[in-house]
T-cell receptor
Framework: EAGVVQSPRYKIIEKKQPVAFWCNPI?????LYWYRQNLGQGPELLIR????????DSQLPKDRFSAERLKGVDSTLKIQPAELGDSAVYLC?????????????FGPGTRLTVL | GEDVEQSLFLSVREGDSSVINCTYT??????LYWYKQEPGAGLQLLTY?????DMKQDQRLTVLLNKKDKHLSLRIADTQTGDSAIYFC????????????FGTGTRLKVLA
């Protein structure tokens, strides 16, 4: 079974440019998460989807970040415009909501460098 | 607010046991997890424990939970060089507001 797929793996852009990240979760997983991981820290949740609905986006900086999961499968996270402080690894994860434990399966991440 | 803390570094010799510790603040946590992250990779779930348990063993891994002290530990028996990685604990709760919070990670270095 394929794991969580993310692309691109690396992205280098100049500040004020837009950037987008793509995630394809594990087949059948209804819950999808986007995390940001700064260097030397643990992941911080940006947004959580249950199917196509964003059920928790309280940590998403909505002035420049947006996300979508139109058909409840793959998802795109966008930053426009990017700032220097956005340099981080952006992780996507998915889980099958059993109503009990949330075992999340992570993709390899996209490492963003903003110059 | 809720916080999950870990020590930053741990160094052990190959074949010894490693113990990685984690403290959390939210008593409503229902599940606690241990993830492993190797360089350039995402997080890999190692094991998890339900909050009404105090111990779980899975091959070389032993998880101990002291709910009174809000302390979680991961013991790796017979540590190998391939165990070198960053280990994150995480807590989740479905009571009230959903949350899933990761610690800062402990970098384990295994010396040959």
């Amino acid at each position: 079974e394929a794991g969580v797929v993310q692309s691109p793996r690396y992205k280098i852009i100049e500040k004020k440019q837009p950037v987008a990240f793509w995630c394809n979760p594990i087949s059948g997983h209804n819950t999808l998460y986007w995390y940001r991981q700064n260097l030397g820290q643990g992941p911080e949740l940006l947004i959580r989807y249950e199917n196509e609905e964003a059920v928790d986006d309280s940590q998403l900086p909505k002035d420049r970040f947006s996300a979508e999961r139109l058909k409840g499968v793959d998802s795109t996270l966008k930053i426009q415009p990017a700032e220097l402080g956005d340099s981080a690894v952006y992780l996507c994860a998915s889980s099958l909501d059993t109503g009990r434990t949330d075992t999340q399966y992570f993709g390899p991440g996209t490492r963003l460098t903003v110059l | 607010g809720e916080d999950v803390e870990q020590s930053l570094f741990l160094s052990v010799r190959e074949g010894d046991s490693s113990v990685i510790n984690c403290t959390y603040t939210d008593s409503s946590s229902t599940y606690l997890y241990w993830y492993k992250q190797e360089p350039g990779a995402g997080l890999q779930l190692l094991t998890y424990i339900f909050s009404n348990m105090d111990m779980k063993q899975d091959q070389r891994l032993t998880v101990l939970l002291n709910k009174k002290d809000k302390h979680l530990s991961l013991r790796i028996a017979d540590t190998q060089t391939g165990d070198s990685a960053i280990y994150f604990c995480a807590e989740s709760s479905r009571t009230g507001t959903y949350k899933y919070i990761f610690g800062t990670g402990t970098r384990l270095k295994v010396l040959a």
